[in-house]
């Protein structure tokens, strides 16, 4: 596999874009929505950005590198020391650590991860058709 870097900065950005949406106008969206979409787009981002990284390597290994990486934050809120938790309280830190341990968390990551896994698809097949 050879992803196109630009390709995949711009996903990540629109993927960033619809994450900090998805928290700003939570009470516009639906329950569901709001609580869990931003989970599964944060590990969507991930997996663009293992792309973006690791242009050359194939979807299942980058698939397994971003779960793997979501999954190892997610354990890490179960660590609470008071420097960790100081940059938990930032805005960025908040955004990349996230703040508290929960079960939902590593479903939603797990179905952000097979949406890019199945986006990567549909555009390869795309891309073969066309060529």
Partial sequence: MNRNRL?????????????LASRRYQAMLPTWVGAYVGDALWALLVFWLVGFSWPRWGRRRAAVVALGFAFLIEASQLYQAPWLNALRATTPGRLVLGQGFLWTD??????GVLAGVGLERLWQRAKAKTS
């Fill in 7 to 19: 390709t995949y900065a711009t996903l990540s950005l629109l993927t960033i874009a619809l994450g």
């Fill in 106 to 111: 590593l479903l939603c990551y797990t179905l």
